[in-house]
């Protein structure tokens, strides 16, 4: 951890796919420099909540983004026009 210089890096970047561990870094990462942005990944909403009430700054959820670009390649919205709309899904009639 030390080697990594954290006291003097501006961001963070995690991709440790365990959102306990990954938390152990959060929290190393802040004590040693509380400016420091940090960006971490999830997988799912509670490791979304518990990564960022330990200070994360950006959480990722993969699962989301792909969800997003299939909704995305299917009605060819951009991801921006997806947060404003509210789309609904029908099955297909028999």
Same mark, same amino acid.
């Given at each position: ?17 365990? !959102?306990?561990e990954?938390?152990?870094?959060? $929290?190393? /990462?802040?004590?040693?420099?509380? *400016?420091?942005?940090? &960006? =971490? %990944?999830?997988?799912?909403? !509670? ?6 009430a $330990?200070? /994360?700054?950006?959480?990722?959820? *993969?699962?989301?983004? &792909? =969800? %997003?670009?299939?909704?995305? !390649? ?19 009639? =028999?």
């Amino acid at each position: 951890f030390a080697a990594t210089n954290p006291e003097g890096a501006k961001r963070l970047i995690l991709a440790i796919p365990n !959102a306990f561990e990954a938390g152990q870094v959060v $929290l190393r /990462a802040r004590a040693a420099n509380p *400016g420091i942005s940090v &960006i =971490a %990944r999830a997988h799912s909403d !509670a490791e979304v909540e518990h990564l960022k009430a $330990l200070g /994360a700054d950006t959480v990722i959820m *993969g699962e989301r983004e &792909i =969800a %997003r670009g299939i909704v995305e !390649a299917v009605t060819g919205m951009s991801p921006a026009r997806l947060d404003d709309a509210a789309v609904e899904i029908r099955p297909r009639p =028999a």
